[in-house]
T-cell receptor, first 113, second 111 residues
Framework: AQSVTQPDIHITVSEGASLELRCNYS??????LFWYVQSPGQGLQLLLK??????LVQGIKGFEAEFKRSQSSFNLRKPSVHWSDAAEYFC???????????FGTGTKLQVIP | KAGVTQTPRYLIKTRGQQVTLSCSPI?????VSWYQQTPGQGLQFLFE???????NKGNFPGRFSGRQFSNSRSEMNVSTLELGDSALYLC??????????FGPGTRLTVL
């Protein structure tokens, strides 16, 4: 069965510092990969997605992610973090065919001034 | 376009009761998926409906059921509630591009 691993449960960064959140997936074929963000008590907002093509994808709020097939990774990056980026981030994978999405366990981001 | 709406936003029930949650997808979206989110188990897939048919189902007991109407609105039902059913229930709709758009969720508390 496919799985998504986010090895970092909690990350703290200073405002203005760069950010990288890790995500690894296990699936043979090229997966559909997503990053979502969730603020406390809210639903999930899609940041970006990768389906095919250019392995560096740009998303909203200044985020980007790079798909690396050789490393089975889809890490999320942002060059300069803002205090409003504090939230929980989920990496997700959509299996081919129907809309069954597998989520990672999430990474909680804390931003300190 | 209006986003995904879920009602009610908050719900308190007692053990043994049943509950029905509602989800209205984005206009034009025919697929609706349901997820349960808890601190211990994270986000878990419940089921997905497309054109009134359940296409996919997660590993939940039969107490969890759902349906979809001809206007794509969906409901999920949980019977004989247990304390462990306390969770945030999220609904997501998707169109042809396989992107899932989530609603704000229904926070269910079982006492």
């Amino acid at each position: 069965a496919q799985s998504v691993t986010q090895p970092d449960i909690h990350i703290t960064v200073s405002e203005g510092a760069s950010l990288e959140l890790r995500c690894n997936y296990s699936y043979g074929a090229t997966p559909y990969l997503f990053w979502y963000v969730q603020s406390p008590g809210q639903g999930l907002q899609l940041l970006l997605k990768y389906f095919s093509g250019d392995t560096l994808v740009q998303g909203i709020k200044g985020f980007e992610a790079e798909f690396k097939r050789s490393q089975s990774s889809f890490n999320l990056r942002k060059p300069s973090v803002h205090w409003s980026d504090a939230a929980e981030y989920f990496c997700a994978h959509l299996s081919g065919g129907y809309q069954k999405v597998t989520f990672g366990t999430g990474t909680k981001l804390q931003v300190i001034p | 376009k209006a986003g995904v709406t879920q009602t009610p936003r908050y719900l308190i029930k007692t053990r043994g009761q049943q509950v029905t949650l509602s989800c209205s997808p984005i206009s034009g979206h025919r697929s609706v998926s349901w997820y349960q989110q808890t601190p211990g188990q994270g986000l878990q897939f419940l089921f997905e409906y497309f054109s009134e048919t359940q296409r996919n189902k997660g590993n939940f007991p039969g107490r969890f059921s759902g349906r979809q109407f001809s206007n794509s609105r969906s409901e999920m039902n949980v019977s004989t509630l247990e304390l462990g059913d306390s969770a945030l229930y999220l609904c997501a709709s998707s169109g042809e591009l396989n992107e899932q758009f989530f609603g704000p969720g229904t926070r269910l508390t079982v006492l």
